[in-house]
């Protein structure tokens, strides 16, 4: 009963799956992030894309977690960007020398 026949077409996958941040990613937080991030690869969207426009500060265990979305959903086919990060979160990217491992787009529509 569960199993695809030939022919049968597969669900449809979700365009986008958008997450914002709105205040700073510290070690608190995080857990939030990475479940966030586990419920959008779930989806198993065509783009996951985060917003850091709002985000005040990146730890380095947000930048784990980012990362750890980076390489997971490269395996799923699911595309992985950061939007706009704000200047301390593109900052701490940068010293963390990861800033180029990521696709960081600026324009609204991803």
Same mark, same amino acid.
């Given at each position: &009963?569960?199993?695809?026949?030939? %022919?049968?077409?597969? +669900?449809? #996958?979700? +365009?986008?799956?958008?997450?914002?941040?709105?205040?700073?990613?510290?070690?608190?937080? $995080?857990? =939030?992030?990475?479940?966030?991030?586990?419920?959008?690869?779930?989806? #198993? +969207?065509?783009? @996951?894309?985060?917003?850091?426009? %709002? @985000?005040?500060?990146?730890?380095?265990?947000?930048?784990?977690?980012? &990362?750890? &979305?980076?390489?997971?959903? %490269? =395996?799923?086919?699911?595309? !992985?960007?950061? =939007?706009?990060?704000?200047?301390?979160?593109? =900052?701490?990217? #940068?010293?963390? #020398?990861?800033?180029? $491992? !990521?696709?960081?787009?600026?324009? +609204?529509?991803?």
């Amino acid at each position: &009963m569960g199993e695809r026949q030939p %022919g049968d077409t597969l +669900p449809s #996958r979700v +365009p986008l799956v958008e997450i914002e941040v709105a205040d700073a990613l510290d070690t608190d937080s $995080v857990g =939030r992030l990475a479940d966030l991030l586990d419920q959008a690869l779930e989806l #198993r +969207p065509q783009v @996951c894309l985060v917003d850091l426009a %709002g @985000c005040s500060a990146l730890s380095a265990a947000a930048i784990n977690a980012l &990362m750890a &979305m980076h390489l997971r959903s %490269g =395996r799923a086919g699911v595309r !992985f960007a950061l =939007r706009s990060p704000s200047e301390k979160a593109r =900052r701490n990217l #940068r010293l963390a #020398r990861v800033e180029r $491992v !990521f696709e960081i787009v600026t324009d +609204p529509d991803g």
